[in-house]
């Protein structure tokens, strides 16, 4: 399970030897009223047990015993072998450090070998296997073991980084299979349950609710996150969460943490990705994106103003790759995407992962919001190879008063910084230095307006009321910044 925040590694149920120790606690077992679930393409009848009668039945607690029962047996647990690279040297003798000048005498180290374990659910009853990507991320030997006991040796069909989806397929005929349900209709506070192998314990059974969809993460931009509170911890990584009908509405990935354990804030990877991404690694062996060819940024309340929106809503267009798709339908700097393909943009989060999960060379309709009006274009969407990005997400900085000395950029600096027009400041102070202004970055636009001198500039800022927005060009990147008026 990988953690954020305080702790920012992928995190397996690893091992070089550690025992895991139980500790006593209190329970209190609930139990909903008893009924009968029906698993679907079976004809068998799962019937809950009757609640004990030390346990009285409690209105309105769901009972997940038949999601259980049905579909437990499709959730596997994935244990990889591998070896771990140590910093080039074995163990140190006493009193040896890297700092010792004879340090570089001693023989390089082989590595240290590594276990760790995961979670994994079978989608087909031929032996194929979603899990996480992290989970088999340089794994030598990765085996999987059913709630039957029996084992079997995986092969690794693909693996995807940016999306954290693998494949797996094991020797094995006749499986019990998982249900794969529609994420787009899950709905915040829906109860949702998760099963996997946390610290190796397998077909652990967790629930909680949705706690938010459409989740951006920073550094995971091709992914709107299922946001829970489900109790997962190492070694969930890559298990199934379930709705109440029993249906895998996503494949548990990341938890935001100080202590590396859970802490109420789990993010799941919506099935529909991943299924997604599971075809193209079977039928292709990669994944391709569609890519649309902007550095993006959020619209605050200051931004909003600058450009004359009701609302802070949208992804701001920073930069625009030249010779992009954006570049030829004829996107600029300033332009707030406020739709894209039929799809409603509110946050610039939203459009990385509407725009990866368009095929590429699709002619979509972008609805834009340019000189205080909607505009409508046509795009026809590029193919994003592995060190491109479909939209790079910037933050912007705080607002403040402006106050700043610029001056026109000499023919050498706009032949340096590849611009035919701009203002570069000389200094900065007060607002403008809170609002993220430095020295030597260039001023290229304000609200939305290109600057060619110091009194354009002024004339720009003279007629806006709150805020201007700066469009601001520092080495190879552009955002804009949105400085408050005094």
Not at 102 to 116: D, E, H, K, S, T
Not at 392 to 401: H, I, K, L, P, S
Not at 431 to 441: M, T
Request: charged share 20%; hydrophobic share 40%.
């Amino acid at each position: 399970m990988k953690t954020r925040a305080m702790i920012r590694h992928p995190l397996l149920a690893a091992s070089l030897g550690a025992a895991v120790v139980a500790l006593p606690a209190s329970a209190l077992y609930l139990y909903g009223s008893g009924h009968t679930a029906k698993a679907a393409g079976t004809s068998a009848v799962v019937a809950s047990a009757p609640a004990p009668s030390a346990a009285p039945a409690v209105a309105g607690l769901p009972d997940f015993r038949p999601l259980v029962q049905a579909y437990g047996p499709a959730v596997v647990n994935v244990s990889v072998r591998s070896v771990v690279k140590t910093s080039g040297h074995g163990r140190l003798p006493p009193g040896m450090d890297e700092g010792n000048p004879l340090f570089q005498f001693m023989p390089p180290g082989n590595g240290a070998p590594m276990r760790g374990e995961g979670s994994g659910f079978i989608v087909s009853a031929d032996g194929i296997i979603l899990t996480n990507a992290h989970v088999v991320d340089g794994a030598q030997k990765v085996t999987v073991k059913l709630t039957d006991r029996r084992e079997f040796e995986a092969s690794v069909i693909g693996s995807d980084a940016k999306s954290d989806v693998a494949v797996l397929k094991i020797d094995a005929h006749d499986l019990p299979v998982t249900r794969l349900g529609d994420p787009r209709t899950l709905q915040v506070g829906e109860w949702v349950v998760a099963i996997g192998s946390p610290f190796g314990l397998e077909n652990t059974v967790t629930a909680g609710i949705v706690s938010a969809k459409g989740r951006s993460l920073p550094d995971d931009t091709y992914v709107p996150f299922i946001q829970t509170d489900v109790a997962v911890n190492p070694g969930n990584s890559g298990g199934p969460l379930f709705n109440l009908r029993g249906e895998v509405v996503g494949i548990n990935s990341q938890i935001y943490s100080r202590s590396g354990g859970y802490q109420g804030l789990s993010f799941a990877i919506p099935i529909d990705v991943a299924m997604n991404v599971s075809k193209q690694l079977q039928t292709q062996g990669h994944v391709t994106r569609g890519k649309l060819g902007v550095g993006i940024q959020d619209v605050d309340q200051a931004l909003a103003e600058s450009f004359g929106l009701d609302l802070p809503r949208g992804a701001l267009v920073s930069s625009v790759e030249k010779g992009g798709p954006a570049a030829k339908a004829g996107l600029r700097e300033g332009d707030v995407i406020l739709g894209f393909d039929g799809q409603s943009i509110e946050s610039a989060g939203q459009l990385p992962s509407a725009v990866a999960a368009t095929d590429p060379g699709k002619t979509v309709a972008l609805q834009v919001w340019r000189d205080r009006a909607s505009r409508d274009f046509k795009i026809n969407l590029g193919q994003t190879t592995d060190d491109s990005a479909v939209a790079a997400n910037v933050d912007g900085a705080a607002a403040g008063r402006l106050g700043m000395m610029v001056r026109p950029l000499s023919p050498e600096e706009k032949q340096r910084a590849e611009l035919s027009d701009g203002l570069v400041v000389e200094d900065v102070d007060g607002a403008a230095a809170e609002a993220g202004v430095r020295p030597g970055d260039i001023v290229i636009a304000a609200n939305g307006t290109s600057v060619k001198s110091v009194e354009q500039l002024r004339s720009v800022v003279s007629g806006s009321k709150t805020h201007v927005a700066l469009l601001v060009q520092r080495g190879d990147a552009r955002v804009f910044l949105p400085v408050e008026l005094g």
